[in-house]
């Protein structure tokens, strides 16, 4: 059997006006195609921001006690975009400070940072107008300038820190051994920088030694709550620009209550022309009236504060003692906002490093306690 070709007749059998409508519709049938095309191929182009993570810290209550590192990749970001990283310890935590919320993301999608270690972690991916609170009470969310999230939970636990027991003022205290965070640096803490001489006095000092500068620290070892809490000081007021003596309560179990920290601490942070070398304070330090900064004269002073409930009371006294009724404070402030209440909180004694490009520290230095006292 035969097969005829079918022709089909277009443009010779349609006159005019009827030639050029069909034209008009095979080039609208061609445009949009092309234009189906390059969307299909830019919507493949703008891949969908994707987080992972390369290193989970473990899962553990948050502070200053302890950094790790946490890592990972971003896929999809664009220029000037960055991670911001959460810790979950009570409440989200920025990390691995406030002032310091914003890591790079770098040439190979890789980014990393230390942070304080939490029972959860949260990556964003934000754009250059995100501003970061420094804690929030629930766990980010997608949305606005945040175009990428990814929450995980801690991995594994830690052991036990390793402590040095040593007696000091009719107390036990434990010595700490390891890494701390403290000042914008992590700093090594050991042993051999903490002892009682002959008189009972309790030395905290900071040495070079081969792996780097040592601090000291000392915690003591049970909690004593409300009450009046004295130290007698030797001469602080000439330390180097580059150290920082605190006196301060920690609860490594409240997060979710700024860890019922107040401190005494002397120091400069850094800034050699600062007059002011001392300070009284609750956390966080960043809430305004938290903090209270004064000048500390020469010779040794007696730090006293008074815990009670919504009042903490701070003086600063000339000499090794207090007298009764008589003694007038050369400073003091009183704060009745945010105090916290007592917990698990134990008393620390800490003489470490901090931050200081200026004026890094160049030798051995020491601080002097005499004697600790508390009154219940």
């Known amino acids: ?62 502070g200053r006690e302890r950094l790790d590192t946490i890592s990972g990749r971003v896929s999809g970001a664009r220029p000037g975009q960055r991670i911001v990283i959460y810790a979950k310890s009570g409440p989200w935590w920025v990390q691995p400070w406030p002032e310091q919320p914003f890591i790079r993301i770098e040439s190979d999608l890789r980014w990393s940072t230390q942070t304080h270690l939490g029972y959860e972690y949260a990556a964003l991916l934000v754009n250059a107008d995100y501003h970061p609170a420094p804690t929030i009470d629930v766990a980010p969310t997608m949305g606005g300038s945040v175009v990428a999230l990814r929450i995980v939970k801690g991995v594994g636990s830690l052991p036990d820190l390793p402590i040095v027991p040593l007696r000091f003022s009719g107390y036990d205290w434990k ?98 022309a600062s007059r002011e070398n001392a300070q009284f304070g609750i956390q966080p ?28 009371v701070f003086k600063a006294f000339r000499g090794s003692s207090i007298q009764s009724g008589d003694a007038r404070p050369f400073y003091e402030h009183t704060f009745t906002a945010g105090v916290p209440s007592p917990g698990q909180e134990l008393l620390q004694a800490m003489f470490y490093i901090v931050a200081s490009n200026q004026n890094p520290l160049q030798k051995n230095t020491e601080v002097v306690i005499d004697r600790f006292e508390y009154l219940p």
């Open 1 to 62: 059997m035969q097969v005829k070709r079918l022709e089909i007749p277009v443009a010779s059998h349609i006159e005019g006006a009827s030639a050029c409508a069909v034209l008009r519709i095979l080039n609208a049938i061609v445009f949009l195609s092309v234009v189906a095309l390059v969307a299909c191929q830019s919507e493949k182009t703008q891949q969908t921001p994707f987080i992972t993570f390369t290193k989970i810290p473990p899962a553990a209550q948050g």
């Open 175 to 272: 010595v700490r051994t390891v890494s701390a965070a403290r000042g914008g640096l992590s700093n090594l803490y050991d042993a051999d920088n903490a002892w009682t001489d002959k008189s009972g006095a309790l030395h905290l000092r900071i040495s070079n030694k081969p792996a780097g500068w040592t601090c000291a620290q000392v915690i003591l070892a049970r909690s004593l709550g409300y009450g009046t809490y004295n130290f007698v000081v030797r001469d602080t007021a000439r330390l180097d620009p580059a150290v920082v003596l605190s006196l301060h309560t920690f609860d490594d179990s409240a997060g979710d209550k700024h860890f019922r920290e107040w401190d005494i601490e002397i120091g400069r942070w850094g800034r050699a």
């Open 285 to 312: 330090f960043y809430v305004p009236g938290n903090l209270a900064r004064f000048t500390e004269p020469t010779g040794t002073l007696t730090y006293s504060m008074l815990w009670e409930p919504g009042r903490a």
